[in-house]
């Protein structure tokens, strides 16, 4: 994907055809989301016509915002990935064994998501409008539906070749649109549970600074420094002391924050929409016998609940690893440390008892708590749409 942070932009050319491409791709975008609101609004008579259109534009929407998000972080989040590269390369083996264990864990729910996207995704957008019956436009020309609703008379006349251009530029658009969401969940899976895999290393570490207290190489003072420095780099700490505040700069999780804070925002309020609409598409398919379309919907409503579920879960595994390094702190045989490094330890305890979190658009934190509310607002839209 054009918006990856990578080092193909350094040449001039690769620059150019980056800015080529995410121009084209955010054109191509914003028209499919610009002609279903269009759509809506001038050429939908009833309201079940709106609502079969509502869905699929909320998404694209999603899609679309998420897109244009990710090239306005695009800073923050190559320097997320260079922090990411530079933990990878000064690690022992016990560390780099935690760091695969979570990147494998990482990679296979980013492989099950997007296989499940795709298969409700491509046969919504790409081979239903090829199953489908051709349909007569205006001129008396029988075509194939387009994937999208397309607005404009003259992009409805069937004529050669302005209909094949239009129907190759909307599947370029939806292609685009569909693989934000694996894209996205991919950064937020490797970025996130990296962050995880370090608070495990920081725990590992601090049982060293007593078990290693006959080792002559380093003493317990320095190994403990070394905790505290990588703790200091990887994961934001609240203020404590106002002293101390400049101390405590952007780190790695801050960082992550940042790229995530508005796109997490999205997801939810997207997907809180998204489930009702999907679940009113499959309750009125089932009762209408259309067993071909109750699948697929049935199909990405439960790819949008383990989309929300899963942001959750890191959400809240990022919060449970930064609560264990206080508890590790405190459960480890600190009384056999000299009275010196006690005291140093027992104010990391103190900084420790403040927990990470992410959060969707500084609004609410990425829990559990939050997953359950979301699919509760669900249920309460779906009602609503339902009585409509």
Not at 32 to 58: H, Q, R, W
Not at 117 to 130: D, T, V
Not at 325 to 337: A, F
């Amino acid at each position: 994907m054009c918006v990856w942070p990578n080092d193909f932009q350094k040449s001039s050319i690769g620059a150019i055809i980056k800015f080529i491409v995410n121009i084209s791709a955010g054109f191509l975008m914003s028209c499919v989301v610009i002609s279903n609101i269009l759509c809506i609004a001038y050429k939908a008579e009833s309201n079940e016509e709106k609502f079969d259109i509502m869905g699929p534009t909320f998404f694209y929407g999603m899609s679309t915002l998420k897109y244009f998000l990710f090239l306005y972080r695009a800073e923050a989040l190559k320097k997320s990935f260079e922090h990411l590269e530079e933990d990878w390369m000064y690690v022992d083996t016990k560390e780099r064994e935690i760091m695969l264990k979570n990147a494998k864990f990482g990679r296979i729910m980013s492989i099950y998501f997007a296989i499940f996207l795709y298969s409700g995704g491509a046969g919504h957008h790409f081979i239903k409008p090829f199953l489908s019956d051709s349909i007569l436009t205006e001129m008396n020309i029988s075509v194939k539906p387009f994937p999208s609703p397309v607005y404009g008379g003259i992009f409805n006349t069937g004529y050669s070749p302005l209909y094949e251009f239009t129907f190759a530029a909307v599947i370029i658009a939806d292609m685009f649109i569909i693989s934000m969401a694996p894209l996205t969940f991919n950064i937020t899976a490797i970025l996130l549970i990296h962050a995880c895999g370090q608070f495990e290393i920081i725990n590992l570490n601090l049982h060293d600074v007593v078990s290693g207290l006959s080792k002559k190489e380093s003493t317990a003072q320095e190994r403990l420094v070394a905790i505290i420095k990588s703790h200091i780099r990887h994961f934001t700490i609240k203020k404590y002391y106002q002293t101390i505040n400049n101390f405590f700069a952007f780190s790695y999780v801050s960082y992550l924050d940042k790229v995530f804070c508005e796109i997490f925002l999205v997801e939810i309020l997207g997907c809180a929409i998204n489930l009702s609409l999907l679940g009113y598409f499959s309750v009125t398919n089932w009762k209408a016998g259309n067993l071909g379309n109750f699948i697929n919907f049935a199909i990405l409503l439960n790819v949008f609940i383990f989309n929300i579920f899963i942001y959750a879960y890191f959400g809240e595994l990022l919060t449970i690893q930064a609560e264990k390094v206080g508890n590790t702190g405190y459960m480890i045989e600190w009384h056999k440390l000299p009275r010196n490094i006690s005291l140093e330890l027992s104010f990391f305890i103190q900084v420790c008892q403040f927990p990470i979190r992410v959060t969707a658009g500084k609004v609410v934190f990425l829990s559990m708590t939050t997953f359950t509310a979301i699919i509760k607002s669900a249920a309460a839209y779906l009602n609503i749409i339902w009585k409509m």
